[in-house]
């Protein structure tokens, strides 16, 4: 799960005197809604924002100033007080915002705590190739639905860091490492950039799924998952849906492999209260091997966007990651036909659990599948 914005200025003391760009990234915390893409939110649900520095190819920099303009931000976002990163006490606050967007927010790293220098020691070091954690704050989100923009960089900005200077004046020298270092001034849009990070309000219409999400799916082959909303999805039956609702394996880094949705079918049927409000997503084969897995709407317009996760365990009935000896027992226990087409136990898929699902289920004894890095919030 995964999305990035906040205008936001950096002044710090180089290392040498050649001159990199940063970008600045705002990493959101996941929904408590277990279905809602990263990103997207309920109601008034308060979402946990930090913010990074990084560089790739760059030069190692000490932070000396970082300053959060929230004036380009959605005003109906509430942005509560920002809480900075530092190593100890050595450092200065001013400006924190709470209760809006409007207004900016400083902290200075240094060495003493009666003043900014005139040598200041940063408490935070930007690695030439990586990421610095710098602060969080937390967002609230509106009770309308909707799109609200989070600013990132003030692309427009003229001035550096709200110092009228150039990387030689003594203004901007007292952010230097020495007397002897010249300071990199980062304009917004220039050499630091972020991008925006658009935050959404929605009502999740998705209200349940069987397997349940971040459980197993237990076939060797045709897997179905069943996805119960609470809304009506149309006319009965199957429907066209792949590539509007993608299913694409999880891989390290955050990386999604590519849609396999073709070779799946999508059907709509009675939530059993006499309503067409369950879509079951079914495998036409073996397209799912043993490894963790997505189910994304990412075009289909009746619903809200979702997600749910699973691992493919072959076997894992119970859904807790391992194959074990309960799980052998009830594929036995349900040994013979299955009557609805969708029995967990019957692990080939041809309707009908035999000594094969058994000896399936035995084969596969031990731990499923680590989830890849990068699909969960911390």
Known sequence: ????????????????VAQGGAVVELKPSCSSNPYNPLGY????????????????GGT???????????????????????????DDASHYEDGDL??????????????????????PVAQLTLPGDGEVKVAEFSVTMPVTEGDYML????????????????????????????GD???????????????????????????????????????????????????????????ALAGQIEIVQLLANGVLG??????????????????????????????????WYAIRNVGWAVVPAFEVQYRVLPGDIDGNGFVLSNDVAAVNAAFGPCPTGDCPEDLDGNNFVLSNDVAAANANFGPGPVKPSGHDCD
């Open 181 to 239: 270092v010249p300071v990199t001034i980062w304009y917004g849009g220039v050499d630091l950039t972020g991008g925006e990070l658009m935050l959404h309000m929605i009502d999740q219409a998705l209200t349940s799924a069987t397997p349940v999400d971040q459980k197993s799916l237990s076939r060797v082959q045709m897997n179905i998952a069943k996805l119960t909303f609470d809304t009506d999805l149309g006319a009965m039956g199957p429907v």
């Open 258 to 291: 590519a849609d396999l949705s073709a070779s799946f079918t999508f059907e709509i049927a009675d939530d059993g209260g006499g309503n067409p409000r369950l879509l079951k997503v079914k495998d036409t084969g073996a397209n799912m091997s043993e490894a």
């Open 98 to 119: 709470a209760g809006g967007p409007d207004g900016v927010a400083t902290a200075y790293y240094y060495e003493e705590d009666t003043n900014l220098g005139p040598n």
């Open 151 to 178: 600013d990132v960089v003030v692309a427009a900005s003229a001035v550096a860091f709200g110092f009228d200077c150039d990387p030689t004046s003594t203004v901007c020298d007292r952010f230097a490492m020495d």
């Open 1 to 16: 799960m995964w999305k990035r914005g906040i205008a936001v200025s950096l002044v710090l003391g180089l290392a040498s």
């Open 60 to 86: 190692d920099h000490l932070i000396r100033l970082v300053r959060l303009n929230m004036d380009e931000t959605d005003g109906n976002l509430a942005i509560g007080p920002v809480d900075w990163v530092t």
């Open 41 to 56: 939110y309920d109601a008034a649900e308060v979402v946990t924002v930090e913010v990074f520095v990084g560089q790739t």
